[in-house]
């Protein structure tokens, strides 16, 4: 069965500390895998995706890496406006837009 | 371009009731994904619809069905409800015409049933 697994379940940070999200997935076949960021109370907004092993994006602050087993999204030099929960997703079984997604790392960046 | 939108964003019912919600996709997508988002299950996928047609199904009971008309706007219907139900409910759109395609989610409507 097609599985996404986060960690860590939260992370707290100081304004400028680097880190490092990390998704590791179990699915028949990768074709691909996304990136949404989501803040209280609202939808996910999409970050990236990811199509192969070796590739990598980058959007501000964040780069996205992916590898055959998992995914990791690099935050550089955080600040507050970070603070989200950042989900990944893959896409299930049985195709059409059928998004595996994992529990999130809630992320809070203190000044 | 005008955002995925729903209606309503907030809601209250209570156990046996059902309940309809609205979702309207992006100008010229096609598809319509719904999903279920709780703190303990977190985001899981309930249906979607292309062209008025489901394509894809998740695993939840038959109490949860949805629709799609020809403008693409999409409503999905709960019936009989649980407390379980309580959640965000949240729709996505994107074309439809690929096998990755990136969805656009809506701000959801949370659903609290008493």
């Known amino acids: 069965e097609d599985q996404v697994t986060q960690s860590p379940e939260a992370l707290r940070l100081q304004e400028g500390e680097s880190s490092s999200l990390n998704c590791s997935y179990t699915?028949?076949?990768?074709?691909?895998l996304f990136w949404y960021r989501q803040d209280p109370g609202k939808g996910p907004e999409f970050l990236f995706t990811l199509y192969s092993a070796g590739e990598e994006k980058e959007k501000e602050r964040l780069k996205a890496t992916l590898t055959k087993k998992e995914s990791f999204l690099h935050i550089t030099a955080p600040k507050p406006e970070d603070s989200a929960t950042y989900l990944c997703a893959v896409p299930g079984a049985g195709g059409y837009n059928k998004l595996i997604f994992g529990a999130g790392t809630r992320l809070a960046v203190h000044p | 371009k005008a955002g995925v939108t729903q209606t309503p964003r907030y809601l209250i019912k209570t156990r046996g009731q059902q309940v309809t919600l609205s979702c309207s996709p992006i100008s010229g997508h096609r598809s319509v994904s719904w999903y279920q988002q709780t703190p303990g299950q977190g985001l899981q996928f309930l249906f979607e619809y292309f062209s008025e047609t489901q394509r894809n199904k998740g695993n939840f009971p038959g109490r949860f069905s949805g629709r799609q008309f020809s403008n693409s706007r999409s409503e999905m219907n709960v019936s009989t409800l649980e407390l379980g139900d309580s959640a965000l409910y949240l729709c996505?759109?994107?074309?439809?015409?690929?096998?990755?395609?990136?969805?656009?989610f809506g701000p959801g409507t949370r659903l609290l049933v008493l």
């Open positions: 996505a759109s994107s074309s439809g015409q690929g096998a990755l395609e990136t969805q656009y």
């Open positions: 699915v028949s076949g990768l074709r691909g």
